[in-house]
């Protein structure tokens, strides 16, 4: 099924206390991209880069299936860049640099062939570009999933929640989901979040795994435990593209066939912070993939009825 | 099969964001006795009280039949009474008191009836006394499970190692298998603490679940997902009670059997965080036990055959 990614295509410079990278590739539309084309081939991705954007990057998408007609690219302009640097214990992160460049005036069109998408990931960006997007949508997607940060809690607030109401699945971490219900407990948070809205919710806890939340049911799903995590930047976004990947490749959003997703996208993610950036997720194997999903099974499977 | 238990009996006084008790009884042998209860009927309990202990305290392990003959009531004394009071987040707490009392100079002695017993769970306790019990079986148990604390790493590092070499399980918390390993990764922590002796290695991350460590296999179980967690007090020990007690009931220390009495712990220990103390955990029925048991497997469960 055709799936619709939005979110930003960057350059990002990471330190990290194994070593520290120049301006490489990221952004929450390429990890995203990147890890979904695993799963679904039919993929279009919206955002916007300057002319600093090297040709490569750009081939580098086609290689994996991704359609680029709705990617600007601005000339003239530089595209958006991180820069942060990582605490010992790869939970926390200081921003060190925030350029906005393209970014600062995106108007994201989504080319005609793209507006009856059966499925469409607004990865983490303004809420008001987000919103853009959905409006230009002409038939409702199957699926909408929507992947937001503390930041706009902070600064959008009254967007954010516009784009929240609309969606199907949201997708947020677990110091989030206390920020935007005000309650502690996640299991509280999940029932006002959902309230707001979306039917399904995702609570990312980084290395403690992730929760989904439907009604009175929970799925949970571990994060693989690792020798090292080398590099976290991008697993939330490598995350989405796996679960929204399998989704819209299997043409199937129910709760049960979620289980499944949840567990291709923290598949995905433990190999994305195996090594800076998006050098990981670029060239892996069908047998890596489902290699790393037996790995999870294996964790988390017992069997109660030989008792 | 026959089941050993050592650890405190005691009292303590706790106060949550929830409220705060009196003296209430507690202990690592009351809260690991009581939930291996659920599981196995041979029990023996060898710890140590003053005169102060309640008849009825005793009579509740009876009626959860606890043997008790290897139970010190030390008259003119008093009781070990620790007091404690939770941060908003339950998963800090400062000490408020600590009054060794009985304990001061204790010496554990394993009744000749149970000195053959064919699992020996070792509760937290000076590492001297956990050895001392060690060194009066007579028979190699077919498990000995030791569960140990950082204070013991900063006070009496070297008996401890002693009784870590001789066990076949041991059981701490993430950051006490960080500060003994000297890791920060826990698949690193892990193999170096399973160098040290162990055979088997659980890390407790509370409500993030723990890993059951062995060779080069993981086994992950969540913690459950709950609205309130009422009082952390006694869950590590709960945990390691439905552990010990599935494994003696079935009289199979195989890694798969250990991933059922992880979940079996998992699940006790999910109620007795609902309420202050042992009161959720003296009352269960089989059937509340196996409900809790059966949200695990919906909480973890997915079926990969399916796509």
């Known amino acids: 099924m055709s799936l619709l990614v939005i979110g930003t295509v960057a350059f990002d410079a990471i330190e990290t206390p194994f070593g520290k990278t120049d301006k490489i590739i990221g952004g929450a539309a390429t990890y995203i991209g990147l890890s979904a084309s695993y799963f679904t081939k039919n993929i279009n991705m919206v ?17 994996h299936g991704i359609n680029t007609d709705g990617l600007q690219v601005k000339q003239g302009e530089k595209s958006f860049f991180w820069s942060g640097k990582y605490h010992n214990d790869m939970n926390t992160r200081d921003t060190l640099a925030t350029e906005l460049n393209v970014l600062a005036d995106f108007d994201p069109v989504v080319p005609a062939a ?17 919103m853009r997007v959905l ?20 600064t959008a607030w009254d967007d954010m929640m516009k784009v ?11 110091e989030e989901a206390r920020q935007l219900s005000g309650e502690y407990s996640l299991v509280k948070a999940a029932q006002k979040i959902m309230a707001m809205g979306p039917k399904f ?3 990312k806890k980084g290395e403690h795994g992730a929760l989904l939340f439907h009604k009175d049911q929970i799925f949970f799903a571990p994060a693989l435990p690792l020798e090292d995590v080398f590099d976290p930047t991008g697993a939330g976004d490598t995350f ?31 190999y994305c912070v195996e090594k800076f950036g998006t050098e990981r997720i670029i060239g892996l194997t ?13 964790l988390v499977q017992f069997d109660m009825t030989l008792v």
Not at 47 to 63: E, M, Q, T, Y
Not at 114 to 130: I, R, V
Not at 286 to 297: G, I, N, P, T, Y
């Open 47 to 63: 955002s916007v880069v300057g002319d600093d954007f090297p040709a490569d990057g750009i081939a580098n998408f086609h290689k």
């Open 114 to 130: 793209y507006q009856d998408c059966e499925y469409l990931m607004l990865g983490n960006l303004m809420p008001k570009l987000q």
């Open 135 to 154: 409006d230009q949508m002409t038939t409702r997607p199957k699926l909408i999933v929507m992947d937001t940060m503390n930041f706009w809690m902070e």
């Open 164 to 174: 929240i109401a609309r969606v199907d699945v949201l997708s947020v971490n677990d």
């Open 201 to 203: 919710l995702i609570i």
């Open 240 to 270: 989405a593209g796996g679960f929204i990947g399998h989704i819209a490749a299997t043409n199937d959003a129910s709760f049960e066939n979620m289980k499944r997703a949840i567990i291709y996208g923290s598949a995905m993610a433990s």
């Open 286 to 298: 069908a047998e890596e993939v489902e290699d790393r999903v037996k790995q999870f099974v294996d």
